[in-house]
């Protein structure tokens, strides 16, 4: 389980994040849902301990972040991770080099789930297929849990198609997958977990299948009661 | 440790093309230059004595013979070092914000690795000092072929031959090339100093921005000063012997070291922004 | 390890390359000379080392030249101390902290080592401004250290004032203190200190010399500046030259002789056929030593201070052709006096018993494997003893 615990961050004198809390389950496939500028991207950073934040706490499994758990635990952000002039095998090179939780069997099953190819240089590939080895770069490796920012955000509609597969394939199952947008339809009957974000906390954190179930709401249902008001 | 060499190679292998170029560069031009001298120098004997009728030795006495000092002062070599020089301290800066600028940003992946973050920091160090000493030693090659460019083209009597000792101690050389295995490893380990302390204050910026090119700049003073105290305090005193000078830089230069690791460390752990 | 290649190809130049410089440098500091006797005796040269400055080629190098072996000066320990200066830093390490590396500041015996310090900036002092002359002073004996100031007042406007040099007699100490004035003119000072009462007991101008454009006065003193010990006589010189011309022209040059014992300055006239512009003279002890080349020999002069009197001179015939015509290396040390000069094909070293006028050996100092034609400036002769 990830756990945020009242995460205060504050940069260039504006409050990013603000008593941030919320969990994240082994298994689900939670969503921040937000505007630009909520702190979404803020929080999967500070989780990797990509950025500083000054208050609260954050755990994984229990643990606060340290070397190790970057074999348990990756981010996938909205940009290319590896160096450009890599060509994608290079970059399965590299990946298998520092990770012991590199799956190669996985990654070259991917390759072709994605139909990429190897020798292609990264700075060579479309903005959809350099999103493509991006996620799977991450979806590799053997970790439990997976963080994903807008990975559907400024891609073609056939490579948006592709990725949303991978979540319901087992290259999914079993892990906790944390995932941010801002538009929620292409993932709403993915998704078991909605944590709404707005100016920089929690404004809802339910589970979509309760509400659905209880309260006969969608997402979106419960969104417009909370950003509109 | 295995995770550092590693990242080491990894640095390394980054840089090799570029670094390649360099010393092709670096070594092309010496040449050039080992050449231009020499015929300049011939040239100038030939006319000379052809105006003035005067023989080999007639001209080495009044004129003086071709000696190492030609090529060591000729724009040629003093380019190229300064060049080479140039690139390497533009990499010292380059070698970080790499991983930030551009279309990629590595640093996303370099920080995510699983081993220790302070590793990264040793391992781009180390690729520095590497790529300098590399360069000092082709450098020390670069010298032997220049003398034997300059023994087949000026005849023996028209040139005095130096020792190697001697041609080292001299300008450039003697700074890059120090009299003892002792002199050389303190002279490149206040070097490897100094560039820890630049990598400090880069993580101070990318750490704090703004306020972190501040707080970078402070530093540095504040590390350059620590580094000198025992120079400061011969100025002012006159009170130390040379070889206590050396010793008390040693010590200096390695509490600034340390204070540079400690800071990075604690700046990639708790402070580093992506 | 097929990864490696770029890493371990750049570990192994800078291993390689620097390791083959270091070896090389190592190897290329040697030298070697050898004495070869044309009469006397070996003994003279079996424990002599000159300590000098080689140039070959264009390359200069500091060594001390000994029978078995010359050495490269260049120990990191000591860079840029002068040789003499080594063995007071390794027996007096904290006393000698901070001093200047001048041979005149100092003297030394059996049982002290006296430092004197001039006063700094001078020039921003006026007439009637008072000065301090710092002393530091270790007792070799108690092992004792004691540093006191010496307080004086300008006569007149000064730029500045060296110590040429100092001497104890008597608990007292004697400074010879040049005093170049803000006129252009300069002084010379007997400065008498009590070293008990940390006083001044006298201090007294013994010599003023004018310069007055085109005639320029020039003050010489032909103590050996290593010697660091006591001297009875002090032997300076004022020469009167025309700056104008092109060769400096010497017009008059005035020798006197100071005994610090009594505070006496007499004149001393020189021999004839001893030149006055001679370049060689040499206080030793009782004596001052000069030399004078011909085409054909060598000529020693000889005066005995104490006694007002010049000796019969020494003549020696040039073993070589003596092609540079100029004298070159001289020095006065411990009743011996050593002539060092370049003739056709190498150098010829006399070796002279000054008292009984001797010549005690002869031999020809060449440098082994000379492959280009070298210079030795010799700075100082002295007796190894070990």
């Known amino acids: 389980m990830i756990e945020v615990k009242n995460v205060y961050k504050k940069y260039k004198k504006k409050q990013v994040l603000k008593d941030m809390s919320f969990t994240a389950e082994k298994g689900q496939i939670t969503c921040l849902i937000g505007i630009n500028g909520a702190g979404k991207t803020t929080i999967m950073k500070s989780i990797m301990a990509l950025t500083p934040f000054d208050r609260g706490e954050i755990l994984i499994d229990g643990k606060k972040i340290n070397k190790d758990a970057y074999e348990k635990i990756t981010y996938i952000p909205d940009r290319l991770t590896m160096l450009p002039n890599y060509t994608i095998a290079e970059s399965f090179e590299f990946m298998a080099d520092f990770y012991k939780a590199w799956n190669e069997q996985r990654a070259t099953e991917l390759l072709s789930f994605f139909k990429l190819n190897q020798q292609d240089k990264l700075s060579s590939l479309s903005k959809g297929n350099a999103a493509k080895v991006n996620l799977l770069l991450g979806l590799a490796l053997d970790v439990d849990y997976i963080l994903m920012d807008e990975p559907f955000s400024g891609i073609d509609i056939f490579s948006r198609e592709q990725i949303a597969n991978v979540f319901t394939s087992h290259l999914i199952e079993n892990r906790g997958v944390i995932i941010t947008t801002h538009e929620i339809n292409d993932i709403e009957h993915l998704i078991d977990k909605a944590v709404l974000i707005g100016d920089g906390k929690v404004l809802r954190e339910m589970n979509v299948e309760e509400i659905r179930e209880m309260e006969g709401k969608s997402v979106v249902d419960v969104m417009r009661e909370v950003y509109v008001g | ?274 | 390890m097929k990864k490696y290649w770029q890493l371990l190809l750049i570990v192994g130049v800078i291993i390689v390359m620097v390791s083959i410089h270091y070896i090389q440098v190592a190897n290329a500091k040697s030298y070697h000379f050898t004495f070869d006797k044309i009469s006397g005796d070996d003994k003279y040269v079996d424990s002599l080392l000159i300590e000098g400055n080689l140039e070959e080629g264009m390359e200069y190098s500091s060594v001390i030249i000994g029978k078995d072996k010359t050495t490269l000066v260049d120990n990191f320990k000591y860079q840029d101390v002068p040789l003499l200066f080594r063995d007071l830093i390794d027996q007096n390490k904290n006393f000698m902290r901070g001093k200047s590396f001048s041979a005149s500041n100092y003297f030394e015996d059996n049982t002290k080592l006296v430092y004197v310090e001039e006063p700094n900036e001078t020039w921003k002092l006026n007439k009637g401004d008072s000065y301090s002359y710092r002393f530091d002073l270790l007792d070799k004996v108690k092992n004792d250290r004691i540093t006191f100031d010496i307080q004086s007042k300008l006569n007149k406007k000064v730029n500045w004032l060296t110590v040429h040099n100092i001497t104890v007699v008597n608990n007292e100490v004697k400074l010879l203190v040049r005093h170049y004035l803000d006129n252009g003119d300069e002084e010379f000072y007997i400065v008498i200190i009590d070293l008990n009462k940390q006083q001044i007991v006298s201090e007294r101008s013994i010599e003023t010399v004018t310069n007055d454009e085109p005639l320029y006065t020039n003050l010489e003193i032909y103590n050996q500046y290593h010697n660091l010990g006591y001297e009875k006589y002090l032997i300076y010189s004022t020469t009167l030259y025309n700056a104008e011309e092109e060769v400096r022209n010497i017009i008059s040059r005035q020798f006197k002789v100071v005994n610090m014992e009594t505070n006496e300055v007499t004149p001393l006239e020189l021999p004839d056929g001893l030149e006055i512009d001679m370049q060689s003279g040499t206080v030793d002890n009782n004596y001052f030593v000069a030399a004078r080349m011909t085409d054909t020999d060598t000529w020693i002069y000889r005066y005995n201070i104490g006694q007002q009197r010049w000796l019969e001179p020494i003549t020696v015939p040039h073993p070589e052709k003596f092609v540079n015509k100029e004298l070159n290396n001289t020095y006065g040390y411990n009743g011996k006096f050593y002539v060092l000069n370049e003739m056709e094909k190498d150098f010829v070293l006399q070796i002279f018993d000054i008292e009984k006028g001797t010549i005690l050996y002869e031999g020809i100092l060449s440098k082994k494997d000379a492959k280009q034609k070298y210079f030795i400036w010799a700075n100082r002769f002295l007796e190894q003893t070990e």
């Open chain 2, 1 to 274: 440790m295995n995770e550092y060499f590693k990242l080491v190679n990894f640095e390394v292998r980054r840089f090799s093309k570029l670094f390649l170029t360099l010393i092709v560069a670096v070594t092309v031009v010496q040449i050039i230059g080992a050449f231009m001298t020499s015929f300049n120098f011939m040239e100038r004997v030939e006319t000379t004595m052809a105006q003035k009728q005067l023989g080999e030795s007639e001209y080495v006495l009044e004129y003086g013979a071709y000696n190492f000092q030609n090529f060591i002062f000729s724009e040629y070599f003093i380019l190229s070092i300064v060049f080479a020089a140039t690139i390497l301290v533009i990499y010292v800066f380059f070698i970080w914000y790499r991983d930030w600028l551009g279309k990629s940003s590595f640093i996303y992946r370099l920080l995510m690795l699983p081993t220790a973050r302070r590793n990264i920091y040793f391992a781009k160090l180390t690729a520095i000092l590497l790529f300098v000493l590399c360069l000092v030693g082709v450098q020390i090659a670069l010298i032997e072929v220049v003398q034997q460019i300059i023994h087949g083209i000026i005849p023996d009597q028209l040139r005095v031959d130096q020792s190697k000792a001697y041609i080292y101690s001299f300008d450039v050389l003697s700074f890059l090339y120090p009299k003892t295995p002792l002199l050389f490893i303190l002279l490149y380990g206040l070097g490897a100093t100094v560039v820890a302390v630049v990598f400090t204050a880069i993580l101070f910026e990318r750490s704090y921005h703004l306020k972190g090119i501040l707080l970078g700049a402070i530093y540095i003073i504040i590390s350059i000063l620590v580094i000198a105290i025992p120079v400061i305090i011969q100025d002012i005193t006159g009170y130390l012997y040379l070889n206590e000078i050396i010793g008390l830089t040693a010590v200096t230069s390695i509490l600034t070291l340390g204070v540079a690791l400690y800071l990075a460390d604690y700046l990639l752990k708790r402070k580093i922004n992506v």
